[in-house]
């Protein structure tokens, strides 16, 4: 099968036509871009992808990483990437030129991991964990720390992570045990505790791996408000020279049902009682210095969970178009070749589906990325709007590609029937690397909570009225005829969005928390069909822009494909959320009074 696992006609189309991130450039910030040096990165990015990282997709998960009782082997490749990494200016690109980066549009920037992702999503995630552990270091470090820690890392030959999460401490990081006592007159703490799930939490192709680890200094707070963070290497500088071992030891690593390629680490720190962290910043600022790589976090699990789906959709494609079987519904006469599947009406609406998944997922992930752009190059009360717009969408934007990643993906298996269920065809992978994007960086629940419990309250509702604002200037531009009935039922499900909102509003107002939040991740689920439709009439209304143009026939085919996949959504997925209002404003509180001894047999 050809390795076309992204379409760059597409990717373009949503970076310039849609969301026009060319305009970036006007800027200070972004202005040493330009639209050619743009579309070099882009070209960068797909060699890179096409000849480097896909034929080693199959080979890194049919060989995963083994534990060898110290460390744990990964592909040799991973160095080699790494390196590459490094040396193209991959893991520093979207850092400022005072940190020693390139100050690349995050939009840009995101475009090009899309390509990697969508070519080999389990080698993509090293340097991508090792630039968000350097840019912690980079904002709040001192110089030692930035020159010692950071400046090794961004050259690909060091491993970055993030290391959060605790056998008993999951998604609730207030229980975090892990301690830090200080050494007097040290400038370090001695670290003691374990972390778990931890990707490239340890592998033998890094020269050093550095943790970004969150603990508890003696005597802190309890809760989230006690936590502090920590630069925690497996090797430190040693005292008279070189290196030494740092007591962080490699526990084990997890055999997963995809996304095999990076390792999954449980760490156990000062078993010796000789693991030294450096504290990054201020004491218990831990969680707050998080939370501010956690937006471009979570857009970076949509963007993985979309670039799966985006190499599913494309091999059940081309499939599609050469497997042969049936004839015409309307051909009667068994002596007539058989045709390809692809013009059979089923198999068209699954290709429909998956490529309305697709494509609108990716579109909000440029969306995304755009609104980190413009925070960073606005002020005052437009750089605020941009801040509201990036955190109510971003729960939106880590969870509708990765649940529906999963139903575009099982669409890509069964356009190819049994052949899909074999782990001879690429899909039956793709199914099981796209299974973890729900639960990387808090699961589709905590999700809900965050986007109904936090976003649509904060600031009053503020965030909520920029965001119908920004929905309808886009309705208003679908004027023409074709568009219009399209932007009429956007209009009409903003509406229902705001009316459930209210509904659901009013329950917290009466102080019933519970019933509020039972089910906020349909709320999500109906949040996300909203705004993924938003994106559909932005790409519609750049389409129909297109179409009064001279364009070349294969221009117009791709054109017209993006308009009825645009019809698609609103008439097959936008109308599921009439039976999620319906759920959600009837408020029957079913899941609150099932209690766990009536699930006993």
């Keep these: 099968m050809a390795e076309k696992f992204y379409s760059e006609k597409n990717l373009r189309f949503t970076l310039y036509e849609v969301h026009s991130v060319e305009s970036l450039i006007s800027h200070k910030r972004f202005g040493e871009y330009n639209r050619e040096s743009f579309d070099m990165i882009l070209d960068t990015a797909k060699s890179m992808a096409v000849d480097f990282m896909y034929p080693l997709f199959a080979e890194m998960d049919r060989n995963p990483p083994e534990y060898t009782g110290s460390t744990i082997k990964v592909n040799p490749a991973v160095r080699r990437y790494m390196e590459m990494s490094g040396e193209g200016g991959w893991i520093n690109a979207i850092f400022s030129e005072d940190q020693g980066g390139q100050q690349m549009p995050l939009s840009l920037f995101n475009a090009c991991m899309f390509i990697f992702a969508s070519a080999n999503y389990s080698l993509s995630v090293y340097p991508g964990l090792t630039s968000g552990a350097a840019g912690l270091i980079y904002n709040y470090g001192n110089e030692e720390l930035k020159e010692k820690f950071a400046a090794e890392m961004v050259t690909g030959r060091w491993q970055g992570t993030m290391a959060l999460t605790e056998p008993e401490a999951g998604s609730s990081l207030s229980d975090v045990k892990t301690s830090a006592e200080p050494v007097q007159g040290s400038g370090y703490y001695l670290i003691r505790g374990q972390k778990t799930f931890i990707s490239a939490g340890d592998h033998d192709q890094a020269g050093n791996i550095v943790h970004l680890m969150l603990a508890r200094i003696k005597g802190a707070p309890a809760g989230v408000k006690g936590l502090s963070l920590f630069v925690v290497p497996r090797y430190r500088y040693a005292e008279a020279g070189g290196m030494e071992f740092n007591d962080v030891n490699c526990a084990g690593c997890y055999h997963k049902m995809g996304y095999r390629g990076a390792p999954i680490a449980q760490l156990s720190m000062g078993e010796s009682d000789d693991c030294r962290g450096y504290l990054l910043g201020e004491q218990n600022m831990g969680l707050a210095y998080m939370f501010r790589m956690m937006n471009e976090a979570r857009i970076n699990v949509g963007l993985g969970a979309a670039a799966i789906s985006s190499a599913a959709y494309y091999a059940a494609l081309e499939y599609t178009k050469e497997r042969l079987q049936g004839r015409s519904i309307t051909e009667k006469n068994p002596d007539k070749p058989q045709v390809a599947i692809i013009g059979h009406a089923d198999i068209k609406r699954m290709l429909l589906q998956q490529r309305a998944i697709v494509e609108g997922s990716l579109s909000l992930i440029v969306y995304a990325g755009k609104l980190v752009d413009l925070v960073s190059i606005s002020e005052g009360q437009e750089k605020e709007k941009y801040e509201m717009l990036l955190d109510l969408l971003t729960p939106i934007v880590k969870s509708y590609p990765s649940e529906m990643g999963i139903v575009s993906t099982s669409q890509a298996i069964q356009c190819l029937g049994g052949y899909g269920y074999s782990s001879e065809f690429p899909v039956e992978q793709y199914m099981r690397d796209s299974r973890i994007h729900p639960i990387h960086e808090g699961t589709t629940g905590i999700q809900g ?153």
Aim: glycine residues 8%.
């Design 449 to 601: 909570m965050d986007l109904l419990g936090r976003k649509v309250t904060m600031n009053r509702g503020a965030a909520v009225q920029v965001y119908v604002d920004e929905i309808m200037k886009s309705v208003d531009k679908a004027s023409s005829p074709e568009l219009k009935p399209y932007g009429v039922k956007l209009e009409n499900a903003i509406n229902l969005w705001k009316k459930v909102t209210g509904t659901l509003a009013g329950a917290a107002a009466r102080g019933n928390v519970e019933l509020f939040l039972a089910d906020a991740t349909l709320y999500l689920e109906f949040s996300g069909i909203i705004c993924i439709a938003w994106q559909w009439l932005l790409q519609g209304i750049a389409a129909e822009k297109k179409l009064t143009q001279t364009v070349s026939s294969e221009e117009r085919n791709f054109l017209t494909g993006k308009m009825l996949t645009m019809q698609y959504f609103y008439e097959y997925e936008l109308a599921k959320i009439v039976s999620l209002a319906e759920i959600l404003e009837g408020m029957s509180g079913l899941t609150i009074k099932m209690q766990p001894e009536h699930f006993d047999d």
